[in-house]
């Protein structure tokens, strides 16, 4: 059977519409997600042109829109695989120098395997604050710690949760790269788990008392865009998914 479909049938059983059933489940369907390669959701090829690009094939960068967008980069590609109401699969096919902005996963549990190629990654946790001032509320304004800020390089998976591990994250394509997402539940509107997407403020000392044991060095202040718009330049473009059918 093919390692896809292994891992789609692992998800099935694994995954409620309400996330993960257990850890022993998660960690299951994580070593089914380390076992995929590119050959096996059809970017073989893809891959190799990873493998062998390096800065001499780069191109230049287009000039950045608000928020960091490259407004003239290649757009991003979506390959989806699969959606339930328990989980979903789906590959974003990154090129060089191109940007997933700042965003979360309300409610969500996330797996995601770099496929082949390299990324940064920076990733934050909200900080909770038991009795935000007035002017906070006012400036619309949260605290996050950071919790990564590093290159990744393929293989590698990592696991979200929602409230630790990263849970709203921005990613930079360093070469071409591919990234699988495994998310349960998936994204939804009407269930309360909608994409929103954040920037750093320019607030930086405001007049609140953080927990302790929190590093300052490592808090940034986030604004949430309006509405649930991405970043101006922003663009996803739906892409042809080559690999084995997974079916319901």
């Not at 001499?56 to 608000?66: H, L, V």
């Not at 991003?76 to 979360?104: D, Q, R, T, W």
């Not at 909770?128 to 590093?150: F, N, S, W, Y």
Request: with cysteine.
């Amino acid at each position: 059977m093919p390692k896809i479909k292994n891992l789609s049938n692992a998800c099935k059983v694994s995954f409620s519409p309400d996330g993960p059933i257990s850890e022993e489940a998660l960690e299951r369907v994580r070593a089914l997600l380390d076992e995929i390669r590119p050959i096996d959701v059809g970017l073989d090829n893809e891959a190799q042109i990873a493998r062998n690009w390096n800065n001499s094939t780069r191109q230049p960068n287009g000039r950045r829109g608000r928020n960091g967008a490259n407004q003239f980069t290649s757009p991003i590609k979506y390959l989806h695989i699969h959606e339930s109401e328990s989980f979903s699969m789906g590959i974003f096919c990154m090129p060089p120098s191109s940007v997933i902005p700042l965003h979360n996963h309300p409610g969500m549990t996330v797996l995601s395997k770099l496929l082949y190629g390299t990324l940064h990654a920076e990733s934050y946790d909200w900080i909770d604050i038991a009795d935000p001032t007035d002017q906070i509320q006012e400036l619309a304004v949260r605290p996050a710690r950071l919790v990564r800020d590093r290159e990744m390089s393929a293989p590698e998976t990592t696991i979200l949760y929602p409230n630790r591990g990263g849970n709203i994250h921005t990613f930079r394509a360093i070469t071409p790269c591919a990234l699988f997402d495994v998310l349960s539940p998936p994204y939804s509107a009407e269930k309360g788990r909608d994409c929103s997407y954040f920037r750093k403020s320019s607030v930086r000392e405001p007049p609140v008392v953080l927990p302790g044991e929190i590093n300052s060095a490592e808090v940034v202040w986030l604004e949430e865009l309006e509405d649930h718009q991405p970043p101006e330049g922003f663009v996803v473009a739906r892409g042809l998914y080559k690999g084995p059918v997974i079916r319901r």
